[in-house]
């Protein structure tokens, strides 16, 4: 319910896969517009992300080949939250590459900034890395 918050800001942060919540493509896109409008001319979104073609849980893999046929985003999961007795409501999870991001941008008014690998030195190509996203001018 982000088109109720009446303040502006300069940043959104979205740590710990929080650009996954993002949900699915059109959810995104109509989330991103909604930051758009509530934040300055040079506001900044930081989030954590995950390449989803990176991943090497065999039980992702096999979900994602799903989502193929479905014809869904390759990184969209279906999740929910379970906290001892409590139980949440079932959630889209969009993992995406960067080139995916891209085309999630499209026409929402954010441009890729910068992409940032959590540990450049690790010898592992990880799945996660950081999107700064940088507001345009329409």
Same mark, same amino acid.
């Given at each position: 319910?982000?088109?109720?918050?009446?303040?502006?800001? *300069?940043? %959104?942060?979205?740590?710990?896969?929080?650009?996954?919540?993002?949900?699915?493509?059109? =959810?995104? =896109?109509?989330?991103?517009?909604?930051?758009?409008?509530?934040?300055?001319?040079? !506001?900044? /979104?930081?989030?954590? $992300?995950? *390449?989803?073609?990176?991943?090497?849980?065999?039980?992702?893999?096999?979900?994602?080949?799903?989502?193929?046929?479905?014809?869904?985003?390759?990184?969209?999961?279906?999740?929910?939250?379970?906290?001892? !007795?409590?139980?949440?409501?079932?959630? *889209?999870?969009? $993992?995406?590459?960067?080139?995916?991001?891209?085309?999630?941008?499209?026409?929402?008014?954010?441009?890729?900034? =910068? /992409? /940032? =690998?959590?540990?450049?030195?690790?010898? %592992? *190509?990880?799945?996660?890395?950081? !999107? /700064?996203?940088?507001?345009?001018?329409?």
């Amino acid at each position: 319910e982000v088109y109720k918050l009446k303040e502006t800001y *300069d940043t %959104i942060l979205s740590l710990g896969c929080g650009l996954g919540w993002l949900g699915n493509a059109e =959810k995104s =896109k109509e989330l991103l517009k909604n930051f758009y409008s509530i934040t300055s001319n040079d !506001a900044l /979104i930081i989030g954590e $992300a995950e *390449d989803p073609y990176k991943m090497n849980n065999v039980d992702y893999v096999g979900y994602m080949k799903l989502n193929k046929k479905r014809n869904r985003i390759y990184g969209q999961l279906k999740t929910r939250v379970r906290f001892k !007795a409590y139980l949440g409501e079932w959630q *889209d999870y969009l $993992a995406f590459s960067k080139d995916e991001l891209q085309s999630l941008l499209e026409n929402t008014g954010w441009t890729i900034k =910068k /992409i /940032i =690998k959590p540990n450049p030195t690790d010898q %592992i *190509d990880s799945p996660f890395y950081i !999107a /700064i996203l940088r507001k345009s001018q329409r």
